[in-house]
């Protein structure tokens, strides 16, 4: 509790659209009454910019003791699908929020908005429009030009309303009539000249299936979605800022009460080394050109955990990022960071090589096994040790040997001594070469069994520590190992370039043949783990007992800092 206290105190200030709950709450608006809603279209899958509006509505709901609704905006048939509902119901489930009971769809309105809209025509506030689009936005004029009014504008409202019916009957054909509202042709504004409100659309819908031929624009189902629903506070991107006089006139024409929802908008996420569009990240899986959704390289939610990513370390970044109204990029190194910082107090230490070269003991008794007892993070003794067993014949990383070494290169070589990690101080004797190939295929050393960690001469100092696995232990494991999935910062923000131009060709590096510690036999998917001295691991889907599959979620920053080239 205390902790949390002090935290908050850090903060240089809240964001402004805490300011303005923070305000409504103090002016006793809608009563006191918090109410958000994270509205997602169910035409993809959820990526991290989402998470920063899910951190928003969710967060401040929880923050202010109100409530938050999960809405689907199930307004366009053709592209939504219900495997998408189910992958999103499911990312914000991990990422931590909840929603209750209250999971909504646009689509449970669609009555009440068709009568909003019979209401409007009525009124003399919308009229259906005979005109195909490309005539309809050619008269829409320029921001510094006033648009033409169409020539159905004052259309009897009788005509209109006729009409209407029969596009929702299947009467006419999908593109040849709109329903627009009726509200200045001369407005600054674009999206307040007569904007359409309603299309034709003769697929099926998902959940209503074949009961409607019209369906609502997302200008015209949001605002009153967020209505019907009582929402207060509507959190949207900055894009839609200038949507918002066209949702408060909708609202004006509907509301009954003093109640109003308020839209306010703050500032994307975007990323650099990747793209955060849905239609672009769809094009990447149908392409083939990741594996699927949950590409470990992919942007999105269900990539991000299964590249090892915990909710915490995103809610984190989010947290460090902030809301604003201004759109910048922020770095990925930051999101590492992040992952970096979390997966230090939670992964487990363990020795895992990943390019093995065999190190033979020669004094070590060759049927001799010792178990080494050693702790699995040095950041938190709670969590306890582990045995790992340590032999006559090792494996440790083939860059850890030179038989030529640099000046200043504290790792093993002919006639230097290293440390083994928990284990002894070993001693570089000879190698053996293959002369065909230069390549050094064994290292013979000698070991000081004085040194044994914890033992009497444990503190003898030599300059370099290695990691390392018993060669008769080991267990073989792929290792999948990523890099940004674009060479570009800005891939999708290049003038006149494709995006996939960026693609970085050497995004997944494949190794097999690693040699780990026998304790990850029976480690399961999403597990984590550190890897001494070269990053955080998890557990792949693709794992198996006899076949161990681990990605790499991110580096290690700083190594132990002795070994350090
Ligand atoms: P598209 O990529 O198809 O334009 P979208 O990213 O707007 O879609 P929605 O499903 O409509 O996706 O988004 C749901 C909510 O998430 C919206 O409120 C939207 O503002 C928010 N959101 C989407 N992308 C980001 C992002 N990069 N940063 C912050 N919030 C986002
Ligand atoms: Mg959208």
């Not at 159905?152 to 040849?176: H, I, K, Q, T, V």
Request: proline share 6%.
């Amino acid at each position: 509790m205390m902790a949390e206290e002090s935290k908050e105190e850090q903060k240089p200030s809240v964001s402004f659209i805490e300011q303005f709950i923070i305000d409504d709450i103090s002016d006793g608006k809608n009563n006191g009454r918090i109410h958000t809603r994270f509205p997602p279209e169910p035409n993809g899958y959820l990526h991290i910019g989402h998470a920063k509006a899910i951190c928003l509505d969710f967060g401040m709901a929880q923050k202010y003791g109100g409530k938050c609704n999960l809405r689907f905006d199930d307004t366009n048939p053709v592209k939504e699908e219900v495997e998408y509902i189910d992958s999103i119901k499911e990312d914000i489930h991990w990422l931590g929020f909840d929603w209750e009971e209250r999971e909504y769809y646009a689509s449970d309105y669609f009555g009440k908005l068709f009568e909003f809209a019979v209401d409007l025509i009525k009124r003399s506030l919308a009229y259906v429009d005979d005109q195909p689009a490309d005539v309809i936005s050619a008269q829409k004029g320029t921001p510094s030009q006033p648009g033409q009014s169409s020539p159905f504008r004052n259309r009897p409202p009788a005509e209109s309303l006729d009409l209407f019916y029969r596009m929702n009957e299947g009467e006419f054909a999908e593109g040849s009539r709109v329903l627009r509202a009726r509200i200045d042709m001369s407005s600054p504004n674009m999206h307040m000249r007569d904007p359409i409100i309603y299309r034709i659309i003769k697929a099926p819908h998902h959940r209503t299936g074949e009961n409607w031929k019209v369906y609502p624009m997302y200008d015209f189902a949001h605002g009153q979605s967020d209505y019907f629903e009582g929402i207060t506070h509507s959190l949207c991107t900055l894009e839609f800022e200038v949507h918002r006089p066209l949702y408060d006139w909708l609202i004006d024409q509907l509301k009954t009460s003093d109640y109003r929802p308020r839209q306010i908008e703050f500032n994307r996420l975007n990323l650099t080394y990747t793209i955060m569009s849905k239609r672009k990240l769809l094009e990447l899986v149908r392409e083939g050109r990741v594996s699927g959704w949950d590409d470990p390289r992919m942007p999105t939610l269900c990539g991000l955990r299964r590249r090892g990513y915990t909710p915490e370390s995103i809610r984190n970044f989010v947290d460090m990022i902030g809301y604003t109204k201004v759109e910048a990029i922020n770095d990925v190194s930051l999101l590492e960071y992040a992952v970096r910082e979390d997966l230090n107090k939670k992964a487990p230490r363990v020795f895992g090589v990943l390019d093995p070269l065999k190190v033979i003991i020669t004094n070590y008794p060759a049927g001799k096994v010792e178990e080494m007892e050693i702790l699995n993070n040095p950041e938190d003794e709670s969590m306890g040790t582990r045995k790992v067993p340590f032999c006559n014949e090792i494996y440790i990383e083939k860059d850890d040997f030179m038989e030529n070494p640099p000046h200043k290169y504290f790792r093993l070589a002919p006639g230097t001594e290293v440390r083994l990690k928990g284990a002894y101080i070993i001693k570089c004797e000879s190698f053996r070469k293959n002369e065909m190939t230069g390549m050094i295929e064994e290292v013979f050393c000698t070991y000081d069994p004085a040194t044994r960690s914890g033992g009497e001469a444990s503190d003898r100092k030599v300059k370099g520590t290695l990691h390392w696995v018993s060669a008769r232990h080991a267990v073989d494991a792929e290792v999948r190992l990523y890099d940004r999935l674009f060479d570009h910062e800005d891939p999708a923000g290049q003038k006149d370039e494709d995006y996939r131009k960026f693609l970085n060709p050497g995004s997944l590096k494949v190794l097999s043949g690693c040699m780990l510690e026998p304790s990850l036999r029976n480690a399961e998917p999403l597990d984590k783990f550190q890897f001494q001295r070269l990053g955080y691991f998890c557990v792949d889907y693709d794992s198996t007992p006899e076949q161990l599959v681990f990605n790499r979620t991110v580096s290690l920053k700083d190594t132990w800092a002795k070994i350090r080239k």
